[in-house]
T-cell receptor
Framework: QQQVKQSPQSLIVQKGGISIINCAYE??????FPWYQQFPGKGPALLIA?????SEKKEGRFTISFNKSAKQFSLHIMDSQPGDSATYFC????????????FGSGTQLTVLP | NAGVTQTPKFQVLKTGQSMTLQCAQD?????MSWYRQDPGMGLRLIHY???????DQGEVPNGYNVSRSTTEDFPLRLLSAAPSQTSVYFC?????????????FGPGTRLLVL
């Protein structure tokens, strides 16, 4: 069964700083790695995703970096804003024929004004 | 287009009671899933469905039943609630482009079992 390890558990960053969240996975038959953002009292929402035919994907201030050989991927939030304060989850597909996503344990990000 | 809707938003049960958490989507997605979210444990898959009439177990299926009679609806049943089932439950619907899954989550149901 897929295991996804996410770190850190919590992160405090000053406004304008860079937030970095890391994830490591074990094995997957499919290459698709999404990040979800969740605000308090809301369901998770897809933020950005990468297919590792590229090592990096950027959408605005959000960037995913992927290291296939190390089985690791990370989310970078540039110029972090107080509105980015939320919980972030990485996810990876299951191994074998299962396509269902396995989620990391989440990172609670607080951006101080 | 309401997306994924869940009812109720909040529920208190006594141990041993049964209830059904409702989930509906209006995006005509074939894939639907139920997750539970507990502090420090992320989202864990309970059951999922790849289409009407087809369901399968996820990571933590014990104590839960599902059925999928229509594309739109995917209810989750707790047959005999236990305090360990206190959690926030999210329903999701998704579509695939090849191996790329895009999931849409509902707003969640917060369940407290006393």
């Amino acid at each position: 069964q897929q295991q996804v390890k996410q770190s850190p558990q919590s992160l405090i960053v000053q406004k304008g700083g860079i937030s970095i969240i890391n994830c490591a996975y074990e094995n997957t038959a499919f290459d698709y790695f999404p990040w979800y953002q969740q605000f308090p009292g809301k369901g998770p929402a897809l933020l950005i995703a990468i297919r590792p035919d590229v090592s990096e994907k950027k959408e605005g201030r959000f960037t995913i970096s992927f290291n296939k050989s190390a089985k690791q991927f990370s989310l970078h939030i540039m110029d972090s804003q107080p509105g980015d304060s939320a919980t972030y989850f990485c996810a990876a597909p299951g191994s074998g024929s299962a396509r269902q996503l396995t989620f990391g344990s989440g990172t609670q990000l607080t951006v101080l004004p | 287009n309401a997306g994924v809707t869940q009812t109720p938003k909040f529920q208190v049960l006594k141990t041993g009671q049964s209830m059904t958490l409702q989930c509906a989507q209006d995006m005509n997605h074939e894939y639907m899933s139920w997750y539970r979210q507990d502090p420090g444990m992320g989202l864990r898959l309970i059951h999922y469905s790849v289409g009407a009439g087809i369901t399968d177990q996820g990571e933590v299926p014990n104590g839960y039943n599902v059925s999928r009679s229509t594309t739109e609806d995917f209810p989750l049943r707790l047959l005999s609630a236990a305090p360990s089932q206190t959690s926030v439950y999210f329903c999701a619907s998704s579509y695939y482009l090849g191996t790329q899954e895009t999931q849409y989550f509902g707003p969640g149901t917060r369940l407290l079992v006393l």
